[in-house]
């Protein structure tokens, strides 16, 4: 099957630090932007962060400027995010989803819509 697959969440105290991973199951990571997003209970969908196919170019939503880093290492087929300085605020279940269309034709989140994994959940809370 071909899918994302999440890794990495957990419970961390408000200012500490998660990194999650998003790994290819089935086929080569390296050919897909890769975006990040997060779902809180009763809260809409949310995009998070993205990076290109190469890794050159990255965007982040403002809510985590700063704070969040999103990487990739083809050869090991992964993406990840690297999350500091968390908030309570930033609780919710984070997935990864690729774009299928190259990194200058994405005009918004909604360009991710491939290999939805399950996701991984973070909470912050003291």
């Known amino acids: 099957q071909l899918q994302l697959v999440e890794s990495g969440g957990g419970l961390v105290q408000p200012g500490g630090s998660l990194r999650l991973s998003c790994a290819a199951s089935?086929?080569?990571?390296?050919?897909?932007?890769i975006g990040w997003f997060r779902q809180a209970p009763g809260k809409e969908r949310e995009g998070v962060s993205c990076?290109?196919?190469?890794?050159?170019?990255?965007t982040y939503a403002d809510s985590v400027k700063g704070r969040f880093t999103i990487s990739r290492d083809n050869a090991k087929n992964s993406v990840y995010l690297q999350m500091n300085s968390l908030k309570p605020e930033d609780t919710a279940s984070y997935y990864c989803?690729?774009?299928?269309?190259?990194?200058?034709?994405?005009?918004?989140?909604?360009?991710?819509?491939?290999?939805w994994g399950q996701g991984t959940q973070v909470t912050v809370s003291s």
């Open positions: 990076i290109s196919r190469s890794g050159g170019s990255t």
């Open positions: 089935g086929f080569t990571l390296d050919y897909y932007a």
């Open positions: 989803a690729a774009a299928v269309i190259p990194w200058d034709k994405i005009t918004g989140w909604g360009a991710f819509t491939h290999y």
